[in-house]
Protein backbone atom coordinates (compact mmCIF):
# COMPACT_ATOMS: atom_id res chain seq x y z
CA UNK A 1 0.00 0.00 0.00
CA UNK A 2 2.87 2.16 0.39
CA UNK A 3 2.81 3.44 -3.43
CA UNK A 4 -0.45 4.59 -3.06
CA UNK A 5 0.72 7.11 -0.02
CA UNK A 6 3.48 8.36 -2.60
CA UNK A 7 0.76 9.12 -5.36
CA UNK A 8 -1.18 10.92 -2.79
CA UNK A 9 1.43 13.11 -2.67
CA UNK A 10 1.86 14.03 -5.76
CA UNK A 11 -1.87 14.35 -6.30
CA UNK A 12 -2.35 16.79 -3.69
CA UNK A 13 -5.30 18.34 -4.92
CA UNK A 14 -7.40 15.05 -4.73
CA UNK A 15 -8.26 15.24 -0.90
CA UNK A 16 -9.50 11.84 -0.31
CA UNK A 17 -6.76 9.35 -1.50
CA UNK A 18 -5.66 6.14 0.09
CA UNK A 19 -3.18 5.50 3.00
CA UNK A 20 -0.77 3.06 3.65
CA UNK A 21 -1.81 2.37 7.29
CA UNK A 22 -6.10 2.25 7.64
CA UNK A 23 -7.79 2.78 10.85
CA UNK A 24 -9.85 0.54 12.13
CA UNK A 25 -13.47 0.48 10.65
CA UNK A 26 -16.70 -0.20 12.89
CA UNK A 27 -19.37 -2.55 11.46
CA UNK A 28 -22.87 -3.24 12.70
CA UNK A 29 -24.90 -5.90 11.54
CA UNK A 30 -27.68 -5.31 8.43
CA UNK A 31 -30.91 -6.04 8.25
CA UNK A 32 -31.97 -7.21 5.42
CA UNK A 33 -35.70 -5.66 3.96
CA UNK A 34 -36.99 -6.85 0.85
CA UNK A 35 -40.16 -4.04 0.13
CA UNK A 36 -41.21 -4.01 -3.43
CA UNK A 37 -44.31 -2.21 -3.68
CA UNK A 38 -43.68 0.75 -5.74
CA UNK A 39 -44.86 3.16 -8.30
CA UNK A 40 -43.17 1.14 -10.95
CA UNK A 41 -43.20 4.21 -14.01
CA UNK A 42 -40.65 6.23 -11.89
CA UNK A 43 -37.12 4.76 -11.87
CA UNK A 44 -34.63 5.96 -9.10
CA UNK A 45 -30.95 6.01 -8.61
CA UNK A 46 -30.08 5.68 -5.16
CA UNK A 47 -26.92 6.90 -4.11
CA UNK A 48 -24.49 5.81 -0.76
CA UNK A 49 -22.10 7.98 0.23
CA UNK A 50 -19.72 6.97 2.96
CA UNK A 51 -18.84 10.60 4.60
CA UNK A 52 -14.94 10.98 4.91
CA UNK A 53 -13.73 10.34 8.05
CA UNK A 54 -9.71 11.11 9.20
CA UNK A 55 -10.13 8.77 12.02
CA UNK A 56 -11.81 5.81 10.90
CA UNK A 57 -11.12 5.19 7.34
CA UNK A 58 -7.61 4.49 5.92
CA UNK A 59 -7.25 7.91 3.78
CA UNK A 60 -4.77 10.53 4.16
CA UNK A 61 -5.55 13.09 6.51
CA UNK A 62 -8.02 15.84 5.17
CA UNK A 63 -8.86 19.15 7.43
CA UNK A 64 -10.29 17.83 10.60
CA UNK A 65 -13.55 20.62 9.22
CA UNK A 66 -14.31 18.68 6.14
CA UNK A 67 -12.73 15.30 7.64
CA UNK A 68 -15.46 14.33 10.73
CA UNK A 69 -17.38 11.33 9.12
CA UNK A 70 -19.71 12.67 12.13
CA UNK A 71 -20.67 15.97 10.35
CA UNK A 72 -22.55 15.68 7.20
CA UNK A 73 -23.29 19.47 6.94
CA UNK A 74 -19.27 20.33 6.62
CA UNK A 75 -18.30 17.12 5.06
CA UNK A 76 -16.34 16.54 2.01
CA UNK A 77 -18.31 14.15 0.13
CA UNK A 78 -21.57 15.77 1.53
CA UNK A 79 -22.19 19.33 2.43
CA UNK A 80 -19.24 20.81 0.91
CA UNK A 81 -19.49 22.93 -2.67
CA UNK A 82 -18.91 19.70 -4.33
CA UNK A 83 -20.28 17.09 -2.38
CA UNK A 84 -22.95 15.81 -3.51
CA UNK A 85 -25.67 17.90 -1.35
CA UNK A 86 -23.47 20.82 -1.75
CA UNK A 87 -23.64 20.12 -5.71
CA UNK A 88 -26.69 18.86 -6.53
CA UNK A 89 -28.98 21.32 -4.37
CA UNK A 90 -27.47 23.90 -6.94
CA UNK A 91 -28.52 22.01 -10.34
CA UNK A 92 -30.40 23.05 -12.76
CA UNK A 93 -31.17 19.52 -13.89
CA UNK A 94 -32.52 18.34 -9.92
CA UNK A 95 -35.15 19.82 -7.38
CA UNK A 96 -34.47 19.20 -4.24
CA UNK A 97 -37.92 17.42 -2.67
CA UNK A 98 -36.91 16.40 0.62
CA UNK A 99 -34.26 16.30 3.91
CA UNK A 100 -34.56 13.92 6.51
CA UNK A 101 -32.59 12.44 9.40
CA UNK A 102 -32.95 8.38 9.41
CA UNK A 103 -31.01 7.00 12.62
CA UNK A 104 -27.74 7.31 13.55
CA UNK A 105 -25.56 5.34 10.86
CA UNK A 106 -27.30 7.16 7.86
CA UNK A 107 -27.51 10.40 9.44
CA UNK A 108 -29.28 12.21 6.69
CA UNK A 109 -30.90 11.56 3.02
CA UNK A 110 -31.74 13.57 0.26
CA UNK A 111 -35.01 13.42 -2.31
CA UNK A 112 -34.19 14.82 -5.27
CA UNK A 113 -36.59 15.19 -8.60
CA UNK A 114 -35.36 15.63 -11.88
CA UNK A 115 -36.99 18.45 -13.92
CA UNK A 116 -38.29 16.81 -17.17
CA UNK A 117 -37.39 13.36 -16.20
CA UNK A 118 -39.61 11.04 -13.65
CA UNK A 119 -36.59 9.87 -12.25
CA UNK A 120 -36.01 10.48 -8.50
CA UNK A 121 -32.19 10.74 -7.00
CA UNK A 122 -32.47 9.31 -3.24
CA UNK A 123 -28.76 10.34 -1.69
CA UNK A 124 -27.82 8.58 1.90
CA UNK A 125 -24.80 9.92 3.85
CA UNK A 126 -23.59 7.32 6.17
CA UNK A 127 -21.50 8.48 9.34
CA UNK A 128 -17.82 7.76 7.96
CA UNK A 129 -17.37 5.23 10.93
CA UNK A 130 -19.87 2.49 9.32
CA UNK A 131 -17.69 2.42 5.65
CA UNK A 132 -18.13 -1.02 6.35
CA UNK A 133 -22.04 -1.19 6.16
CA UNK A 134 -22.29 1.53 3.65
CA UNK A 135 -20.46 -1.04 1.26
CA UNK A 136 -22.15 -3.59 1.96
CA UNK A 137 -25.84 -2.04 1.79
CA UNK A 138 -24.59 -0.81 -1.74
CA UNK A 139 -23.72 -4.25 -2.67
CA UNK A 140 -26.55 -6.26 -0.88
CA UNK A 141 -29.14 -3.23 -2.98
CA UNK A 142 -27.19 -4.11 -6.65
CA UNK A 143 -27.70 -7.86 -6.00
CA UNK A 144 -31.05 -7.08 -4.77
CA UNK A 145 -31.25 -8.62 -1.64
CA UNK A 146 -31.68 -5.44 0.10
CA UNK A 147 -35.23 -3.65 -1.06
CA UNK A 148 -36.99 -0.11 0.20
CA UNK A 149 -39.33 2.00 -0.64
CA UNK A 150 -39.89 5.74 0.17
CA UNK A 151 -43.23 7.55 -0.04
CA UNK A 152 -42.72 11.16 -1.60
CA UNK A 153 -45.76 13.06 -1.94
CA UNK A 154 -48.14 10.70 -2.98
CA UNK A 155 -45.83 8.77 -5.02
CA UNK A 156 -43.74 5.73 -3.60
CA UNK A 157 -40.89 5.07 -5.39
CA UNK A 158 -38.32 2.10 -5.05
CA UNK A 159 -34.91 2.28 -3.54
CA UNK A 160 -32.21 -0.04 -2.91
CA UNK A 161 -32.54 -2.91 -5.06
CA UNK A 162 -35.69 -1.07 -6.34
CA UNK A 163 -33.64 1.56 -7.79
CA UNK A 164 -32.77 1.51 -11.59
CA UNK A 165 -29.14 2.45 -10.83
CA UNK A 166 -26.83 2.57 -7.35
CA UNK A 167 -23.85 4.66 -6.75
CA UNK A 168 -21.23 3.99 -4.20
CA UNK A 169 -19.31 7.30 -3.42
CA UNK A 170 -16.09 8.15 -1.05
CA UNK A 171 -13.16 6.23 0.62
CA UNK A 172 -12.71 2.34 -1.14
CA UNK A 173 -12.98 0.81 2.10
CA UNK A 174 -12.04 -2.40 0.40
CA UNK A 175 -8.58 -1.23 0.64
CA UNK A 176 -8.77 -1.43 4.01
CA UNK A 177 -11.13 -4.77 4.66
CA UNK A 178 -12.53 -7.74 3.04
CA UNK A 179 -16.03 -8.82 2.82
CA UNK A 180 -16.77 -12.35 3.26
CA UNK A 181 -20.62 -11.66 2.72
CA UNK A 182 -22.82 -13.27 -0.63
CA UNK A 183 -23.78 -10.81 -2.73
CA UNK A 184 -25.37 -13.16 -5.35
CA UNK A 185 -27.81 -11.54 -7.05
CA UNK A 186 -31.57 -12.73 -6.09
CA UNK A 187 -34.38 -11.72 -8.72
CA UNK A 188 -32.73 -12.12 -11.49
CA UNK A 189 -32.51 -8.31 -12.53
CA UNK A 190 -29.77 -6.21 -13.46
CA UNK A 191 -28.88 -3.09 -11.87
CA UNK A 192 -26.44 -0.60 -13.46
CA UNK A 193 -23.46 1.18 -10.72
CA UNK A 194 -21.20 3.67 -10.81
CA UNK A 195 -18.32 3.57 -8.10
CA UNK A 196 -16.46 6.57 -7.60
CA UNK A 197 -13.47 5.46 -5.27
CA UNK A 198 -9.82 5.06 -5.88
CA UNK A 199 -9.56 2.45 -7.83
CA UNK A 200 -12.64 0.99 -7.43
CA UNK A 201 -12.96 -1.64 -10.39
CA UNK A 202 -9.86 -3.84 -9.06
CA UNK A 203 -11.41 -3.85 -5.58
CA UNK A 204 -15.24 -3.67 -6.63
CA UNK A 205 -15.44 -6.58 -9.17
CA UNK A 206 -15.42 -9.64 -7.94
CA UNK A 207 -18.48 -8.50 -5.72
CA UNK A 208 -19.99 -6.32 -8.38
CA UNK A 209 -19.85 -9.33 -10.68
CA UNK A 210 -21.45 -11.72 -8.25
CA UNK A 211 -24.22 -9.42 -7.97
CA UNK A 212 -24.53 -9.45 -11.52
CA UNK A 213 -24.90 -5.42 -11.49
CA UNK A 214 -24.06 -3.34 -14.90
CA UNK A 215 -20.70 -1.23 -13.80
CA UNK A 216 -20.94 1.89 -16.17
CA UNK A 217 -18.72 3.98 -14.73
CA UNK A 218 -16.03 3.28 -11.91
CA UNK A 219 -12.08 3.90 -11.52
CA UNK A 220 -8.69 2.37 -12.46
CA UNK A 221 -6.38 4.70 -9.97
CA UNK A 222 -6.18 7.09 -7.75
CA UNK A 223 -9.48 10.14 -7.57
CA UNK A 224 -11.59 12.49 -6.06
CA UNK A 225 -14.82 11.18 -5.90
CA UNK A 226 -16.43 14.74 -5.61
CA UNK A 227 -20.09 14.92 -7.43
CA UNK A 228 -19.60 16.61 -10.52
CA UNK A 229 -18.42 13.28 -12.17
CA UNK A 230 -21.72 11.86 -10.89
CA UNK A 231 -23.54 14.86 -11.78
CA UNK A 232 -22.42 14.74 -15.36
CA UNK A 233 -22.74 10.90 -16.05
CA UNK A 234 -25.92 11.09 -14.66
CA UNK A 235 -26.84 13.60 -17.37
CA UNK A 236 -25.79 11.42 -20.17
CA UNK A 237 -27.61 8.02 -18.39
CA UNK A 238 -31.20 9.65 -18.08
CA UNK A 239 -30.82 10.88 -21.89
CA UNK A 240 -30.34 7.56 -22.70
CA UNK A 241 -26.92 8.12 -23.19
CA UNK A 242 -24.87 4.81 -24.14
CA UNK A 243 -22.17 3.56 -21.38
CA UNK A 244 -19.62 5.19 -23.62
CA UNK A 245 -21.39 8.58 -23.20
CA UNK A 246 -21.87 8.30 -20.01
CA UNK A 247 -18.42 7.71 -19.93
CA UNK A 248 -17.11 10.25 -21.47
CA UNK A 249 -19.59 13.04 -19.87
CA UNK A 250 -18.04 12.26 -16.35
CA UNK A 251 -14.86 12.03 -17.70
CA UNK A 252 -15.52 15.70 -19.23
CA UNK A 253 -16.68 17.14 -15.59
CA UNK A 254 -13.68 15.31 -14.11
CA UNK A 255 -11.38 16.98 -16.48
CA UNK A 256 -13.02 20.47 -16.26
CA UNK A 257 -12.22 20.68 -12.56
CA UNK A 258 -9.12 18.36 -11.54
CA UNK A 259 -7.70 20.87 -14.70
CA UNK A 260 -5.84 17.46 -15.89
CA UNK A 261 -6.15 16.12 -19.37
CA UNK A 262 -9.42 14.39 -20.99
CA UNK A 263 -6.95 11.45 -21.88
CA UNK A 264 -5.85 10.93 -18.03
CA UNK A 265 -9.61 11.37 -17.24
CA UNK A 266 -10.60 8.45 -19.13
CA UNK A 267 -7.87 6.22 -18.24
CA UNK A 268 -9.22 6.73 -14.75
CA UNK A 269 -12.85 6.53 -15.21
CA UNK A 270 -13.45 3.30 -16.94
CA UNK A 271 -16.90 1.55 -18.20
CA UNK A 272 -17.82 -2.47 -18.05
CA UNK A 273 -16.20 -5.44 -16.64
Avoid at 44 to 52: G, P
Avoid at 108 to 131: M, P, T
Avoid at 219 to 230: H, I, K, R, S
Amino acid sequence: MKKYSVLCILFALLFTSCNAKPKPVKTVQNQMKNVSNFDASTKTIHVFVALCDNKYQGIVPVPKAIGTGQDPANNLYWGCAYGIKGYFKKSKEWKLLKTQKLDKIRMERLVFKHISKNYYLVADAYDGQYIKKTTTDFLYSAAGKLKDTVKINKTTIGINGNAKMVAYIGHDGLMDFQLNENFSNADGKQRDAIILACISKKYFAPHLAQAKANPLLWTTGLMAPEAYTLHDALSSYIAGGTSEQIRTKGAMAYTKFQKCSLKASRNLLVTGY
